[in-house]
Antibody, heavy 118, light 111 residues
Framework: EVQLVESGGGLVQPGGSLRLSCAASGFSFSTYSMDWVRQAPGKGLEWVSYISSSSTTIYYADSVKGRFTNSRDNAKNSLYLQMNSLRAEDTAVYYC???????????WGKGTTVTVSS | QSALTQPRSVSGSPGQSVTISCTGTSSDVGGYNYVSWYQQHPGKAPKLMIYDVSKRPSGVPDRFSGSKSGNTASLTISGLQAEDEADYCCCSYAGSYTPLVFGGGTKLTVL
């Protein structure tokens, strides 16, 4: 079964850090690009970051640029999002998603919740 | 990059058709044929319904169709069913700097 499972969310104080992980199974992870997408409480989806299959190309939304780092380990079938200098507005459910065709996402995890609060 | 504009809500009765619009600019929706649509039920992960403006992934009913005219993309759901009640969100490629932008989402109510 094709599956993505996020982990690493939690409660963190403003200015703190968290590292999210996304474990992939049931498909050839190393051949797919991956994205992180977040959803603040009661809000719509917001694209966060893209990483190509071999990590040669990485993009970030302006809202997280310079604070978040997207990376992957194809040997471990895993995707990561290092989040530093967290702000209250980063509070959201964070999803990892598999790239599909040109700029769509066809497999999504269930998400992990990040809460930034003092 | 500004979010794409969608109506906050739409509604329809079972069996009817509804269309959800997604308005961007020539830098995103109007400039590329890379618009996708996602369905999201409460508390669930999004599901891909349409990609490349009008293509359906395997397993998505043909009641769901997509189109684009100028800077506005549209998702049409025909033969509405109760299980179609969900939030729908569009997404467009917006160039290589910040490649993806989502719409604000539309809540579909099946009356």
């Amino acid at each position: 079964e094709v599956q993505l499972v996020e982990s690493g969310g939690g409660l963190v104080q403003p200015g703190g850090s968290l590292r999210l992980s996304c474990a992939a199974s049931g498909f050839s992870f190393s051949t797919y690009s991956m994205d992180w997408v977040r959803q603040a409480p009661g809000k719509g989806l917001e694209w966060v970051s893209y990483i190509s299959s071999s990590s040669t190309t990485i993009y970030y939304a302006d809202s997280v640029k310079g604070r978040f780092t997207n990376s992957r380990d194809n040997a471990k079938n895993s995707l990561y999002l290092q989040m530093n200098s967290l702000r209250a507005e980063d509070t959201a459910v964070y999803y990892c998603a598999r790239g599909f065709g040109y700029w769509a996402m066809d497999v999504w995890g269930k998400g992990t919740t990040v809460t930034v609060s003092s | 990059q500004s979010a794409l504009t969608q109506p906050r809500s739409v509604s329809g009765s079972p069996g009817q058709s509804v269309t959800i619009s997604c308005t961007g600019t020539s830098s995103d929706v109007g400039g590329y044929n890379y618009v996708s649509w996602y369905q999201q039920h409460p508390g669930k992960a999004p599901k891909l319904m349409i990609y490349d403006v009008s293509k359906r992934p395997s397993g998505v009913p043909d009641r769901f169709s997509g189109s684009k005219s100028g800077n506005t993309a549209s998702l049409t759901i025909s033969g509405l069913q109760a299980e179609d009640e969900a939030d729908y969100c569009c997404c467009s490629y917006a160039g290589s700097y910040t490649p993806l932008v989502f719409g604000g989402g539309t809540k579909l109510t099946v009356l």
